[in-house]
């Protein structure tokens, strides 16, 4: 896929609100699709995306076929060439569609009055939910980690993660200050090890792989304690940042 007449379509958006508090914005910052995209309506822009998602993440970035996701999207694929420049840009909207979902979700917990350990809980519940209601997009995320195209991998990571990292840090650099967890707490790394343990969990409820891991270490009834799930990591998470 590939067209000089798209407009440029980079776009830029604030990470942080005017008050400085963090606040959770669109996953992909950048945008890597035409405005005739933008002018269609909302639910044939979602349809396109949510063949997509199923398309990349059961055969692969490279595997996926943009005819075959065309036709079962009902459209053209005349008309896909005029949404997107290259099939590159096509999946890097529909990894951001698919990841946004998550983020509204999430910003409603970052903007609750709970303390540090009131929204990691009130996260673990929302992934147990979501990555069993949104195995597609879950499944396209591990997709994307695993991909060999190196430059699509520089370009993802640093458009989804920056997001959640700063989030992430600025919420413990905040629980530090107010002596919720340790002064020797180092922000970013534990923020880091935080969102790999939400990764995992993620990818737990949607990769077949994972889950047969999960089974292996939790047993195979795990799936049905979700309760059990959510109080051992907080466990964890508690002695791990705990004030000493």
Known sequence: MKSGKNPPRTQKVPLLSAGGETKLTSSMPTKYYSETFERIPEEKRNRILSVAIAEFANRGFTSANTNTIAR???????????????????????????ISQLERTLEKVIQEENDLFGKIESILRIIQRHSRENQDIIRLYNEMTSEGNSDLIRRLSSELESVSARIYTSLLSKAKKEGIIGKDIEEEIFAFCLDNLFMTLQFSYASEYYRERMKIYLGSNIFDQDEKVVEGLMKFIRRALAVN
């Open 72 to 98: 079962k999207a009902g459209i053209s694929v005349g008309s896909l060439f005029k949404y997107f420049e290259t099939k590159e840009d096509f999946f890097l909207t529909a990894v951001g569609h698919g």
